[in-house]
Nanobody, 115 residues
Framework: QVQLVESGGGLVQPGGSLRLSCAAS????????MAWYRQAPGKQRELVAT???????NYADSVKGRFTISRDNAANTLYLQMNSLQPEDTAVYYC?????????WGQGTQVTVSS
């Protein structure tokens, strides 16, 4: 079955960096668009970035120029490099894919930006 497992979250000071990973299994990772979402306390889950099978990327305005989404199809792994982190980036970050109109999610990884 489809499985997505995020890792790499943690506590970081403002201005710091983190790299999130999402290990995918149970489907043909290389042919599907992948995405990162995040959900802050008391807020709705929001789209952070997407990457197509061909490597085309899109970002939320709030993270453009600071975050980079990438994928390693040989390793079935999705990444999110996050630089210049700010307290407003604090959230649980989720890996996502949509296969035949069904959404799949990982369990999430907590990112906390605080001094």
């Amino acid at each position: 079955q489809v499985q997505l497992v995020e890792s790499g979250g943690g506590l970081v000071q403002p201005g710091g960096s983190l790299r999130l990973s999402c290990a995918a299994s149970g489907y043909s990772f290389r042919i599907y668009t992948m995405a990162w979402y995040r959900q802050a306390p008391g807020k709705q889950r929001e789209l952070v970035a997407t990457i197509t099978r061909g490597g085309s990327t899109n970002y939320a305005d709030s993270v453009k120029g600071r975050f980079t989404i990438s994928r390693d199809n040989a390793a079935n792994t999705l990444y999110l490099q996050m630089n210049s982190l700010q307290p407003e980036d604090t959230a649980v970050y989720y890996c996502n894919t949509n296969i035949l109109s069904k959404n799949y999610w990982g369990q999430g990884t907590q990112v906390t930006v605080s001094s």
